[in-house]
């Protein structure tokens, strides 16, 4: 009859093997989760950007109408004061 010893020692080799392989698969997953993230990550950075730019524009655009609003009601007082 086969020593237990050996019987543990290539059982313990055949187990240390798909460890490696099921390590290694979880490297690789890992790896690629992680460049999606990087991707979702950049892409959000650009939406706030996006949002950044189009809030400092409508407040560009707001200004400009309510200084054109403000000129035009001067503009209608001086002319009722002419009056």
Do not use: C
């Not at 950075?45 to 524009?57: H, N, V, Y």
């Amino acid at each position: 009859m086969t020593d237990p010893a050996d019987m543990i020692v290539p059982l313990l080799r055949e187990m240390r093997a798909e460890n490696r392989a099921e390590h290694e698969q979880t490297r690789a997953l890992v790896i690629a989760l992680d460049k999606r993230l990087g991707g979702v990550e950049e892409t959000q950075r650009s939406f706030r950007q996006a949002l950044t730019a189009d809030t400092l524009l409508s407040k560009l655009v707001t200004g400009e109408f309510e200084e054109r609003i403000e000129a035009l009601e001067n503009k209608v007082r001086e002319l009722e004061g002419q009056k």
